[in-house]
C-alpha cells in the first residue's frame, strides 16, 4: 500500500508533564485525562504511580504524582 493510499492518521492530543527535577514528559491524552490519572494515583495507596504512555515511543511511562508540577497541552 503506497503513502497515498493509506487513511489519514486522526490527531491525537498529547500533554506536557513537567516534574520537580526540570524534566518533561510528552504524554498522550488531553490535558484533562492525563490530569484526571495523576490524582487518581496521588489519591490511591502510597507510592502509586501514574501510568502514561509516552507520546514519541509508545512505551509505557510511570511518574510519581506528587513529582508533578506542571501540565499542558502539548499539540493536537
Given at each position: 500500500?503506497?503513502?497515498?493510499?493509506?487513511?489519514?492518521?486522526?490527531?491525537?492530543?498529547?500533554?506536557?508533564?513537567?516534574?520537580l527535577?526540570?524534566?518533561?514528559?510528552?504524554v498522550?491524552?488531553?490535558?484533562?485525562?492525563?490530569?484526571?490519572?495523576?490524582?487518581?494515583?496521588?489519591?490511591?495507596s502510597?507510592?502509586?504511580?501514574a501510568w502514561?504512555?509516552?507520546?514519541?515511543?509508545?512505551?509505557?511511562?510511570a511518574?510519581?504524582p506528587?513529582?508533578?508540577?506542571?501540565?499542558?497541552?502539548?499539540?493536537?
Amino acid at each position: 500500500m503506497s503513502s497515498s493510499e493509506r487513511s489519514p492518521q486522526p490527531a491525537t492530543h498529547t500533554t506536557q508533564i513537567t516534574v520537580l527535577t526540570g524534566d518533561r514528559y510528552h504524554v498522550e491524552g488531553d490535558a484533562k485525562h492525563v490530569e484526571r490519572i495523576i490524582l487518581d494515583a496521588a489519591r490511591g495507596s502510597i507510592m502509586q504511580l501514574a501510568w502514561l504512555t509516552d507520546a514519541e515511543t509508545g512505551e509505557d511511562l510511570a511518574i510519581n504524582p506528587k513529582h508533578v508540577v506542571m501540565l499542558r497541552t502539548a499539540s493536537s
